[in-house]
């Protein structure tokens, strides 16, 4: 006999997995499941975890449970656009710069990125979306020195990542990936609820020994996941990158 966690589960995930209940759909909240069920309040809330675990569905206190968006998977060690991903993945991604803003790199910063302090830097802020919906917010420094070009560039049709794949070469890039709370600002910019895990890709590339850009993606944890293909002949690092930059 199948345990009754398992037929909620599974009787939840077909209706998820052939479209009966799309991205957004409200679940049953708990006392429902608890009368179609007659079970106890244990049960369902283990059937509900496991379908959490899973990112199948995506759990708000207070709010009750929703079927979560299918996950774009970003790769983790070779470097390609935001718009460029979502485009394969077949959704449609659109941006908005926040924040363009020439200035000088700051002491702290300048040792971070391992550069001059004083040196010209173009800091950008960006939103990206995809299929309507907030997926990402950039946070890029560029040194100016190195890429002149970027100091007249409006980034309004093309995103600052996918400009710099098509006019920079780099030799050297560096990815870190780190888990945070979404804090109030982030919170309101990716539309979801102050606190909620967020993921985190810290990127530095280099031509030669200078540091193209800098840039950081805040990822809603439940809209992205990282991604990465390996073989055994291939020798790949990561290394630790300052946790942030200064503002």
């Not at 509900?48 to 299918?70: D, Q, W």
């Not at 998977?73 to 077949?90: C, K, N, P, Y």
């Not at 040196?119 to 995809?130: G, K, Q, S, T």
């Not at 600052?160 to 979404?182: E, F, N, Q, T, Y």
């Amino acid at each position: 006999m199948v345990p009754i966690h398992q037929k909620i589960l599974k009787d939840i995930e077909s209706r998820i997995v052939s479209g009966i209940w799309p991205p957004g759909h409200r679940i049953p909240v708990e006392h429902e499941l608890l009368k179609e069920y007659q079970c106890s309040r244990m049960t369902v809330n283990k059937a509900l975890s496991t379908l959490a675990e899973r990112g199948m569905i995506i759990r708000r206190r207070k709010l009750g449970s929703f079927v979560a968006s299918r996950q774009i998977d970003r790769t983790v060690m070779d470097i390609q656009d935001i718009s460029t991903e979502a485009e394969l993945a077949g959704h449609e991604h659109s941006h908005t710069m926040l924040m363009r803003k020439v200035e000088r790199l700051d002491a702290t910063t300048a040792m971070r990125l391992g550069e001059t302090t004083g040196a010209e830097i173009l800091r950008l802020h960006c939103l990206h979306a995809v299929d309507g919906k907030a997926n990402a917010l950039e946070r890029r420094i560029i040194m100016l020195d190195l890429v002149p070009s970027a100091r007249t560039e409006s980034f309004a049709s093309v995103p600052p990542g996918k400009w710099l794949l098509d006019m920079v070469p780099w030799s050297k890039a560096r990815h870190v990936i780190r888990a945070v709370s979404a804090d109030a600002a982030t919170a309101r910019l990716l539309e979801t609820e102050r606190g909620e895990a967020c993921l985190t890709l810290i990127r530095q590339t280099w031509q030669s020994s200078r540091t193209v850009t800098y840039v950081e993606f805040i990822h809603p944890g439940d809209r992205f996941q990282f991604a990465g293909d390996f073989h055994p002949n291939e020798s790949r690092t990561i290394d630790q990158l300052p946790q942030g930059i200064a503002s």
